[in-house]
């Protein structure tokens, strides 16, 4: 498997436009998770998925940022409009859930390096 | 009060110096205790866990959990450079609805 593919990979744009990221989960898992990560905040959740149902989003910073889950294989995050403090590498991530025994592991995508200028 | 708590540092060490990193929580409910390692412009991975209290030794590293003081450790022993990363505790429990947990992670830098 190719892991959790992210795109893009860096995005630079201007305050006021709109951005989406784009997220293809690991085949087979049940979970789909959206994280931003700074150096101010650490690792944030901003909302999760199961089973392509929004369970949890708390963690969205306003309504600026929607996510969307079409299918089970692939997921947006939407800022709009963008601004310089949305700045961030925004991760996402993939689970099955709870294995017998074993604890909720999530891979992790490489990140998309957001830069609002 | 934030779920869990992990000081950022950054923590800097000489090669070959035992490191320990640590973290606190506030929910009794979480039962799976994790450690993620995430090198420079890299997603975080899963190092090892452990369930519950006690020990678990995995190489050079041994993570530790006291659930009566809710705090973990990890421990690296004989670090290398290559171990220089973002070190995340993450949390989970039968509550957490498939959820982790994270700490901010401590910058480890080992210096040759």
């Known amino acids: 498997d190719a892991g959790v593919i992210q795109s893009p990979r860096h995005e630079v744009t201007e305050m006021g436009q709109e951005v989406t990221l784009r997220c293809k989960p690991i085949s087979g898992h049940d979970y789909l998770f959206w994280y931003r990560q700074t150096m101010m905040r650490g690792l944030e959740l901003l909302i999760y998925?199961?089973?392509?149902?929004?369970?949890?989003d708390s963690g969205m910073p306003e309504d600026r940022f929607s996510a969307k889950m079409p299918n089970a294989s692939f997921s947006t995050l939407k800022i709009q409009p963008s601004e310089p403090r949305d700045s961030a590498v925004y991760f996402c991530?993939?689970?099955?859930?709870?294995?017998?025994?074993?604890?909720?592991?999530?891979?992790f995508g490489p990140g998309t390096r957001l830069t609002v200028l | 009060q934030k779920e869990v708590e992990q000081d950022p540092g950054p923590l800097s060490v000489p090669e070959g110096a035992i490191v320990s990193l640590n973290c606190t929580y506030s929910n009794s409910a979480f039962q799976y205790f994790m450690w993620y390692r995430q090198y420079s412009r890299k997603g975080p991975e899963l190092l090892m866990y452990?369930?519950?209290?006690g020990n678990k030794e995995d190489g050079r590293f041994t993570a530790q959990v006291d659930k009566s003081s809710k705090y973990i450790s990890l421990f690296i022993r004989d670090s290398q450079p290559s171990d220089s990363a973002t070190y995340l505790c993450?949390?989970?429990?039968?509550?957490?609805?498939?959820?982790?947990?994270f700490g901010r992670g401590t910058q480890l830098t080992v210096w040759p």
């Open positions: 993450a949390m989970s429990g039968s509550s957490t609805l498939g959820r982790l947990y």
């Open positions: 991530a993939s689970s099955l859930g709870k294995l017998a025994g074993g604890p909720d592991e999530q891979f």
């Open positions: 452990t369930y519950s209290s």
């Open positions: 998925f199961n089973n392509n149902v929004p369970i949890d």
